[in-house]
């Protein structure tokens, strides 16, 4: 079955004659319903098989977006060309019967249009991010979701040690005075408020289009998106430096399928009790979901490895290109929540608590050192962490010590009672233009998934046991990073600052603008130099004016621009202006190419993967 939801200001609708034989028989005049959400429904071919299943499904959607729009009605429209493989007109009409019947035992007002006609309609659609929403409902029963989590209470703890109660009382929160530390105040609200639907356009969107790095892709399923040239080069630079530090600590690089089996005991039991909004693919062979993470292939792989007490702690690493969610439509956000993307999973295997601390506390350097390299540090970031009562109290000095790491108060949520695989956990949150927390960096101690998976090793007294697992994502998604940059970009932008992402991120870093074509044989020779220097450089080889060269230059957020003139050919001194202050300086080639590899230092780099001449450029977004 497909249905089509718009939430709706009003939907008005007039049998005028019938469509097939065995039409309802209904009076020909104007119905109108106000603030409905509209069911637009067809019934399919397959769906004969269990149309009971089919109408309990299709309930269940209707009532979940029902209630996250606040409509007052709901309309059930006949819409069969919604499918290309209808049912029969009888089952169709008695799972619309059903449907109807099943939502108003629920005590909602419900009207249906009639089946089996031609009618003519009018309706005014709210527009708002969840106004409009397709949904497949299957003829498969589905389990009930596991999403309540149980009590808990909320705190601000301090580097010394102090904690403070926190609750929300109309809208504000209480217990804690935020006035040095509001960016921790918006965090801990949308934390403890748990509204994860985003009502307006973030402001990276527009900027990731500008840029032309990201674009939405129509031809696929919302939440897949296109990566341009210039955002390919500026994710495989992020991907690189996760991949690179990650390694050096001593992370194990693999790669596993994106794809797994339903049935498999191990996946099974976690899918049940975790359910993830998975993709669900019918392959020749058997029903598989595609991955969220990178834990399915990882867990796999360690059940199947030889492992030795001496081995531990075993990190194992992925860069998971991609790992897919079915996040809900009025939750995906451009580059900040996904349905795919791109994921570095480290699990480290640990012998016993203590060793997973101290490995937690290694993690959470590696994670600083990657963040701080993105240029997201303390400023920017908030500190999350989740964690079972008991385990507090059993390990109170470790969490303050963590804090005090962190150097700043951090929030914390303290479960009466473990309900996930974890007993402990962080996250390293951003908080972007609209006052939104988005999780980067998150490790985990996960105390569940040895014993699921039979991952074991030999310990010294010869007999096998459970390792502790750590989940840690260094970065948070790789697509993630890049909407946490240009959002704060924007946010700079606000306060009166140039917005720029940092030197080593720039696709273009350096940008050339002859004032004249007499001068491009020069500027050609300029670029050679500059880029045998890793270096990116391209010339504006236009036919404009240096003004306009200037001005393109500063809407594409190029870092360096330089000037070139008959001065600059005699001279050798090049007027370079600095985009991150405004200023210019008269600067040889060495000189700027010195300051570039300081300021780039120890970064990845990569060449240019656009024309180098303005003039055989294509524009991606226009």
Same mark, same amino acid.
């Given at each position: 079955?497909k249905?089509?939801?718009?939430?709706?200001?009003f939907?008005?609708?007039e049998?005028?004659?019938?469509a097939?034989?065995?039409?309802?028989e209904?009076e $020909?005049?104007?119905?109108k @319903? &106000?603030e409905?959400l509209v069911?637009f429904?067809?019934?399919e071919?397959q =769906?004969e /098989?269990?149309p009971?299943?089919v109408a309990?499904n299709?309930?269940k959607?209707?009532i979940?977006v029902?209630d996250?729009?606040?409509a007052?009605n709901i309309?059930?429209y006949p819409?069969v060309?919604l499918?290309s493989n209808?049912s029969?007109?009888?089952i169709a009409?008695?799972?619309?019967?059903d449907?109807?019947?099943r939502?108003?035992?629920k005590?909602l007002?419900v009207?249906?249009a009639p089946?089996?006609w031609?009618?003519?309609?009018d309706?005014?659609?709210?527009?708002h991010?969840?106004?409009e929403l397709s949904?497949?409902i299957?003829?498969? $029963?589905?389990?009930?979701? @596991? &999403?309540?989590?149980?009590?808990s209470?909320?705190?601000?703890?301090?580097? =010394?040690g /102090?904690?403070s109660?926190?609750?929300?009382?109309?809208g504000?929160?209480?217990g804690?005075?935020?006035?040095?530390y509001k960016?921790?105040?918006?965090?801990?609200l949308?934390?403890m408020?748990?509204?994860?639907?985003?009502?307006?356009?973030p402001?990276?969107?527009?900027?990731?289009?500008?840029?032309?790095l990201v674009?939405?892709e129509e031809?696929?399923d919302p939440?897949?998106l296109?990566?341009?040239p210039?955002?390919?080069?500026?994710?495989?630079l992020?991907?690189?430096?996760?991949t690179?530090?990650?390694?050096e600590?001593g992370?194990?690089?693999v790669?596993?399928p994106?794809?797994y089996?339903?049935?498999?005991?191990?996946?099974k039991?976690?899918v049940?009790?975790?359910?993830?909004?998975?993709?669900t693919?019918e392959?020749p062979n058997?029903?598989v979901?595609?991955?969220?993470?990178?834990?399915?292939g990882q867990f796999?792989?360690a059940h199947?490895?030889n492992i030795?007490?001496?081995?531990?702690?075993?990190?194992?690493?992925e860069?998971?290109?991609?790992?897919?969610r079915?996040e809900?439509?009025?939750?995906?956000?451009?580059?900040?929540?996904?349905?795919?993307f791109t994921m570095?999973?480290?699990?480290?295997?640990c012998?016993?608590?203590t060793?997973?601390k101290e490995e937690?506390?290694k993690?959470f350097?590696?994670a600083?050192k990657?963040?701080?390299?993105?240029?997201?540090?303390?400023?920017?970031l908030?500190?999350?962490i989740r964690i079972v009562?008991d385990?507090y109290h059993e390990n109170?000095?470790?969490?303050?010590k963590?804090?005090k790491?962190?150097g700043?108060p951090?929030?914390?949520?303290?479960?009466d009672?473990?309900?996930f695989?974890f007993v402990?956990k962080?996250?390293?949150n951003f908080?972007?233009?609209?006052?939104k927390?988005?999780?980067?960096t998150?490790d985990?101690?996960?105390?569940e998934?040895?014993?699921r998976y039979?991952?074991?090793?030999?310990d010294s007294d010869?007999?096998?046991?459970y390792?502790?697992i750590l989940?840690l994502s260094?970065?948070g998604?790789?697509?993630?990073?890049?909407?946490?940059?240009?959002e704060?970009?924007?946010m700079e932008?606000k306060?009166?600052k140039n917005?720029?992402l940092?030197?080593?991120?720039?696709?273009?870093?350096?940008r050339?603008?002859?004032?004249?074509?007499n001068f491009l044989?020069?500027s050609?020779n300029?670029m050679?130099e500059?880029?045998?220097n890793?270096i990116r450089v391209?010339?504006?080889?236009?036919?404009e004016?240096?003004?306009r060269?200037?001005?393109?230059?500063?809407?594409?957020?190029?870092?360096?621009?330089v000037v070139?003139?008959e001065?600059e050919e005699?001279t050798?001194?090049l007027?370079?202006?600095?985009?991150k202050?405004g200023e210019?300086k008269?600067?040889?080639?060495?000189?700027?190419?010195e300051?570039?590899?300081?300021?780039t230092?120890?970064?990845?780099?990569k060449?240019?993967?656009?024309p180098?001449y303005?003039?055989?450029r294509?524009v991606?977004i226009?």
């Open positions: 079955m249905i089509l939801l718009i939430h709706s200001d939907i008005e609708w049998p005028k004659t019938k097939i034989k065995d039409a309802e209904v $020909k005049k104007k119905n @319903v &106000e409905a069911v429904s067809s019934v071919k =769906d /098989k269990n009971k299943q309990e299709a309930v959607e209707i979940s029902f996250q729009v606040k007052k309309v059930i819409f060309h499918s209808p029969s007109p009888s009409l008695q799972v619309l019967n449907v109807e019947k939502l108003k035992e005590n007002s009207k249906r089946f089996g031609y009618k003519e309609f309706l005014k659609c709210k527009g991010p969840l106004a949904k497949e299957s003829a498969e $029963k589905r389990e009930e979701p @596991v &999403e309540k989590e149980p009590k209470e909320w705190f601000i703890v301090e580097p =010394d /102090k904690m109660k926190i609750e929300i009382k109309n504000k929160i209480w804690y005075d935020f006035s040095k960016n921790l105040e918006k965090f801990a949308y934390e408020a748990k509204s994860r639907i985003v009502k307006e356009e402001p990276h969107i527009k900027l990731m289009r500008r840029l032309q674009d939405y031809g696929s939440g897949n296109r990566f341009l210039n955002g390919r080069l500026v994710k495989s992020l991907e690189e430096w996760v690179r530090n990650v390694i600590y992370g194990m690089e790669e596993t994106i794809m089996d339903y049935s498999h005991p191990s996946m039991s976690y049940e009790r975790f359910p993830a909004r998975q993709y693919i392959t058997k029903r979901f595609l991955r969220f993470a990178a834990c399915f796999l792989l199947d490895t030795s007490y001496k081995d531990l702690p075993l990190r194992l690493y860069l998971t290109r991609y790992s897919f079915v809900q439509r009025g939750e995906l956000a451009g580059l900040r929540r996904l349905r795919a570095p999973d480290c699990h480290t295997f012998k016993d608590l060793q997973a937690m506390l993690r350097d590696l600083l990657i963040q701080s390299g993105f240029g997201l540090g303390r400023d920017e908030e500190l999350g009562k385990f109170k000095d470790y969490v303050i963590f804090v790491k962190w700043k951090a929030l914390l949520e303290m479960w009672e473990r309900f695989y402990f962080y996250e390293l908080v972007d233009a609209l006052e927390a988005a999780a980067l998150t985990q101690i996960d105390v998934n040895a014993e039979k991952i074991t090793y030999m010869n007999k096998k046991k390792p502790l989940h260094p970065s998604s790789i697509e993630r990073v890049m909407y946490a940059l240009l704060k970009a924007y932008q306060a009166g917005p720029i940092p030197l080593w991120l720039c696709p273009v870093q350096v050339l603008c002859p004032v004249s074509e044989k020069f050609e300029v050679k500059i880029e045998s890793n391209d010339i504006d080889d236009r036919a004016s240096v003004q060269k200037i001005r393109d230059a500063e809407v594409e957020w190029i870092p360096y621009i070139i003139g001065k005699k050798g001194k007027a370079v202006r600095f985009r202050t210019v008269k600067m040889d080639i060495n000189e700027i190419v300051m570039i590899k300081k300021e230092k120890e970064k990845p780099f060449p240019l993967s656009i180098k303005l003039t055989k294509p991606f226009g």
